[in-house]
Every structure is written in structure tokens, then in C-alpha cells.
């Protein structure tokens, strides 16, 4: 495929150039093809052009409404920090080492690695600090922690009386961005790129579901590519377009200050983000910038769409900014002896969950989108337009982009009054303690509900919000009904507040019977007129789906490196038409993937049946005996088989013989509107079994505990089946599937990383920092992995996590490896080492059952037949 786009590229590439020696010399006619148009001429825009040229693309054209440079990234801080989450942290380096490269080849970008202090006003800003530096050192980035003393040494114009500590990262860096914009421009036009200013992009049109054409103010350029760099216009672009492509990103006001000169300030100062106060400060000119992330912004343009002169539409609002400004000046007392300091308001976009938006839609193939910049488009505009180059050059991503791709959203997250009430809460999420499973978004909720969610209210369910939709966490058994419904208690990184509850929970699915709304699932139809399902399905999935009506089929479907795409469970209802259950933030890239895979002029039909369907788990040694009871059918299934039975009044309940916790149980697939009928007789007929509400997070431990390693919500945590151990077998004898190679050479060779449980043995989880993730895995005093997850293991009484284990330098990694007696492991939880003991199965303790002999031997597996 590859080897013939590129020949299909050498045979019109000449034509291409006698069109563009055609062209006027003045660069004022807009030539009528391009192999590629960019809309936009900022800095991720003309990052994009420049590592395409850099790829020997030649056939680009960069599309600007008004003046090279002259949108949001006219603005912004200049400021690169590299403290992040490891995603966006190799992002940022890259960019960081671009940059460098521009200043060495003579370009006046303003570059210097002054470092920066991240401070902290409390104990748990300090835990906050101390657990990313905790992965970030072993990756690749030197920080350092520093007292007082030491802050004021690199910084003597802090007030510093206040201050828990701070985090030293020398290599974070200020440019200019408006340079390092206009010098990419020239390296641009140098590799091929063309540029056309005053050039507004009015709509995008498609042939067979590809780009095919841009229209614009001066014409109609055909096209095989397009990227939207269109930075606060980029969602009305996607507006027009044809199908409309959702951008969901919105322009939030956004403040800095500038001094203009003061006396006591010595060059090469370290750039300084305090946290606590919401405020960065950097050295600018001679004076500061200071700039802030408002814990309650405020969003850009609410009434009209955002105008051509939006400079001269945005207030300064000293009122609004003020607090922002005091708190900096007792940070900073110089800033006390700036004259007219000058406010200027640099509006910027935000996305729903503050991270970059990349990659191809899911609309319209070859539309890229790289925007969402969230209020510094210079951090990530170097890296971003490397890797959207390299995505639209190799037609996949080749690095890892899965936390920014435009494929994690849905329509309603593009909704703009949705938009403009979540930027109002995400600017501030930038700085805020974003305590694990326990920080959920206040704005733009009870959009997705389950037909559940008032009963569950009024029953004490305190609510998280996963994919919009609203799923509860966990049970307040202290409820009073009629009183104001409970919320999420403040946020800790030692044992949570609401513990008590969900132990009380586990005991419920342990002993008698849990009841988990679990309705968020993605669920898509797949079916046919003909016999063609199979095949089809046997072609994405690693596992064989070719199982008797009524089986249940646990499996991934893998790209050709052998990596998940999706992670999910197929029910065969008929010959002919499956049930796909997969994770909930996954809903449209696992639907896309599946669609993009379709044999041309198929005659199966995909259909996202997620809302019609209430999901109900009924987990527990008594769980058999209630449903007995509710239904007239015999539900005596073998684990892994479903069928569908009345429950109370309501008909054609599926109820498959799996759950989501390792314990005994069924799962129900509800028809909506029987959800509160069969709710209210499962909670009414089950008080004689003890019949509980159980919320998601205690769910998540049951799971972590009994090493479940599927049902990914971030497919980031896992990527082959043999990497994740016994979650499902993979039939490398089926015949071909996507990913079957690279997994065979897996079988043979072995892999690089492999998935282990860790038992937490020198921390009291009552009064130590819990890990939750991310924390760092040593063995033998060397890094060699992440941990992926974690939680509280009810059995044990102890911390559990999980994680991979690697070697590095391509080694293989082996059970024998994981389990070598001479190998002691630590995991650093905040800055400390903690003893854990290593397993690569479920310890025997996890897997017992008190109170029910039969759920020993409950375990999901692939069934061949009905029969066995």
C-alpha cells in the first residue's frame, strides 16, 4: 500500500511542479492543487509545513486569513517547561531541541535554558511535586528538590517564608515565539512550502470520504491533504466542512502582565510557577511577565463567533486579573515598584480535558487537526508538527499520541455551550492538585445519564464523570434521602475519605450481592444480511470469534505492530450479528477503526447502540440465587455465555455469564427503558441476599486485586496479549488477522515487557501515601518500568499494583526474570522506596471465596462450545 502511494506520488509530482512554475512569481494567484493545505500560519502550523519539507514534500501550501504570525501566537509566554506527564514531556523536548537547532543556525529566537523553580505553598502540593519528579528522573529529565535556602540562590527576588520547597528543572527554557513562528516560515518556503496570506479557508469538500477540495475567498484548491492549524477558528472551520468535522476547542480569555524595566533584576532568572497561586513569572525585557491560570475563567466571545478583529473585542479587566496580580507581587515584592504595569488579555484555546488535540478525524480522512494549544502554543507547536508531519508521511502515528487524539471525543464534547462552561474549570486545572480518582470536573455535568442516575442520587451514588457520561464512584451509606445529594469529600493522596464505603461495598459482592450501574460501556452492533460478519471480525481480532451462538468471546484487535486498537468482548447472537462491548473512553476510535476496516462495498452494517442499552453487573456467591428468583429461565450459563431471559415484567434482559470484578455473577444488558423496573427488583427481591449499590472505583480495586488486565479504559495501559498475560488466549492458527505477524514474532521471540502485580509490603495504608499510579518500579535499584495502576487490595488488607517490567536495550523479558529470587523490587511512592513483592498470577488469597465453593472455579475463558 505504501509502495504504491508512493508511485502514485512520483507520477503526479511532476505535474505538480510545472503547475507551480506556472504559478505567478508575485505569489498572489492561489494555485488550483496541492498535495497538501495547511489553514493556519502559527507556530504549530508552520511546524507542521517545515517537517514536511524536512520529509521531501514539496507540494505545500499554508493558508493564513490575515498576516503570517499574527494570531494567538503573536502572544504567549514563551516559556517551555518540561515537568509534565511523560506524553507531553517528549513533546515539549522536541521542541525545546528544535529550537536550539534554529538558534545555532543563526536565527534570533530568544532561546535560553534558564531553568525553572515549581513551587510549593503545602504539604500536598509538595507530595504533588514530589510524585511527578518521582517518574520524570528515571525517564530522562534532571530536577531536583530544593529548600528555601537553595530557592533563594537561584532566585534572590523571592519571598520564600512560605514555601513547603520547590522542584529544580534546569533544562526548561524562554523563547520568543513570534521569531521562532517567523523562522519557521522561512525554513518552510526554503524546503518548497508556499504561503498565502489573506487567505481565509471557508470550507473543506470530500470524494468518497476523503479530503477532495478546499474552498477559500479566492478560490478552489484540489487537494489530497488537509490540516487544521486554525488555531481559536479551528471548530467553525470544522463547522463548515462537509461532513462537519468536530474540533472541540474553545478560546478562553487568558492574562499576562508586563513591567516594562526594573532595576534589581539580574538577566538568566529562572522562570517560576507557583502553583498554590495560579501564576507564572518569568523574566521579559528587563522586567517580568507574569501570567496566570484563574481557577474560574472566563470564556472569549460567548455571544459571536470569533471575530477577524478580536484583538479590539477582549477588556483587560484588571478586576478579574487583580488577585492574580497581588498574589504575584508577594511572591515577588519587586513587582511592587513597576510603573504602569501593562495587562494585556491573549485569548487562547482550551479543550475539554486541557490536553492538545492531534491527529486524523474520524469525519474525513487525511484531515489532520493539531490544536488546543491551551494557553502556550510554543511548548508544544516543534514536537506537534513533527509528529502530525510524520502521521500524514507514514499514514500512522510514530510515536505515542493516544492521550491527544481527536478520536476521544464524541459530538457532545463539541456542544459550544458545553465548551464554554468547561473552560471556565480547565484553565485552572493547569495548576490545580488534580488528586487521583478523586477530582472530577464540576462543569458541564448530567449531560449522559443512565436511566439510573436519579434513583442512584437519591440512594447516595457520588458521581465521576468518564466519556460525559455520569457513572457512580462509590455509595455515602450516610445519606439522608431528601437532603442535598453527597459530594466527592476534599482530596487526599493517603487513604481516601470515602474508604469505609467502598470496603463496605467489596464485602457485598464478597458475601452476598453487589449492584454496579456500569451503563458507560460502548456497545456497537455489527451485523449482516450475509455470511460475511465472521470473516470480517476474524480479520481484527487476534482471538477466534468463530463461536457458537450464545458464546461470549473476550479479545483484542491489534494493529499491524500487533498493539491494541481495542480491548473488548463480541456476543453472538445470531449467525450473523455480534455484540461488541468495549471500554467507555474508547467509544469513537474503536467504532472508527472498525469502520475504516470494512471491506469496500460491504454490506455490514456498524451501529453504536450505547444509549439503549443499561448495563447492570450482579456480583456476588448469591448472585445465581437472586436471579434465579427474578427469572422464569434457567441461567444456569457456563462463564462466558449469555442468553437472553425475562427479569421481573421485563423481556429480552441478555444476561451474560461474566463479570468485570473476577467474582461469581452475571452481567444484565438492559433495555433501557425496563432499567428502573429491573433495578427496583433487584434491590427489592435482594435485600434477602444483602444486596448492595456498588459504585465504579471499588469495582477498579476488585479488579486491580484479581489482576484482571483487561477492560482498558486508556489503551495506553496495555498493548499485546502477551504482554498482558492470561487475559485472553490468541489463535495464531486461525489464519490471517491484522497484527498476526508481529504477534507471532512475539510467540517466538518473546517480549520486551511483560505485565507483573506488586504486593505494597513495608507501607501502612492507613497512615502512608497511597500510590495511584505512574509511580516508578525498581529492580535491583534499576528503573525498569511504570506502574499502570493501582488500588487497595480488600483481601490482603494491603496496596496492590500493576505494571511493566522491561529491560531495556530490546531484552526480553521473561516470568523467570520477573520472579528471579535474587531480584528485590522498590516502588517509589512520592519520593520513597517502598518494598514490593513481585507476581505474575493472581496470589491464591485474592482468588479464594468465603462463602461460595463455586466461584473457585470461575474464571474467564474462551468457550468452543456450548457444550463444555
Known sequence: MRLKKWIDWRILSGLRELRRELATADGLTL???????????????????????????????????????????????????????IAERNIIMYSIKLYQQLQEKGYDIGLVQCGSLNLAQTKDRMIYLKRRMAYNLPTGLHCEMLGQREINKLHPLLHTDDLEGAIWVPEDAVAKPQEICRALVKLSKEGGARFYENCAVERILTNSGRVSSVTTNRGIIHCEYFVNCAGMWARELGEHSIPKVRVPAYPAQHFYITTGHLSDITPGLPCIRDYDSSIYAREYNGGFMVGGFETEAKPAFINTKVPANWRNQLPQDWDHFRPYWEKAI??????????????????????????WIVGETPEINNYFVAVGMNGNSLQGAGGIGKAVADWVVNGEPTQELLPFDVQRFLDLHNNRNYLQQRVTEVVGRNYAILYPTQCEYKTARRLRCSPLYSVLETRGAVFGVRMGYERPLYFDSTYKRGGPPPTMPPGTYCKPKFFDFMQAEFVACREGVGIIDMSSFSKIEIKSQCDRVVDYLQKLCSNDVNIPVGGIAHTGMQNERG????????????????????PTSQQTRVYEWMRRNLPKDSPIVLNDVTSMYTVINVVGPKARLLMSELSNSDINLHSFTYKKVNVGYASDVMVMAFTHTGEPGFCLYVPSEYALHVYDRLMTVGQDYGARDVGCLTQRFMRIEKFLPFWAEDLNSITTPFEAGAGYRVKLDKGYFIGKFALQRQKEQGVEKRLAMFVLEDIDPDKDIWPWGYEPIYRNDQFVGIVTSAGYGFTLNKLVCLGYIRRGGHQIVTADYIMDRNATYTIDVAGRRVLAKAHISVPQAFTASSNNESSKQYRPKVVTSLKA
Not at 511546524?47 to 514534500?57: I, P, R
Not at 508577594?330 to 490536553?355: C, E, Q, W, Y
Request: aromatic content about 8%; charged content about 15%; glycine content about 10%.
Open 31 to 85: 494555485p488550483t492543487q496541492a498535495q497538501v493545505v495547511i489553514c493556519g500560519a502559527g507556530a504549530v502550523a508552520n511546524s507542521v509545513a517545515y517537517h514536511l519539507t524536512e520529509n521531501g514534500w514539496r507540494d505545500i501550501v499554508v493558508l493564513e486569513q490575515g498576516s503570517l504570525c499574527s494570531g494567538t501566537s503573536y502572544f504567549g509566554s514563551g516559556t517551555l517547561g518540561l515537568f509534565k506527564p
Open 330 to 355: 508577594h511572591r515577588i515584592p519587586s513587582l511592587k515598584n513597576a510603573v504602569n504595569p501593562m495587562l494585556t488579555n491573549s485569548p487562547d484555546n482550551f479543550t475539554p480535558n486541557g490536553k
Open 563 to 582: 498493539g491494541y486498537e481495542n480491548d473488548c468482548i463480541l456476543v453472538r447472537q445470531t449467525e450473523n450479528c455480534y455484540f461488541m462491548v468495549s
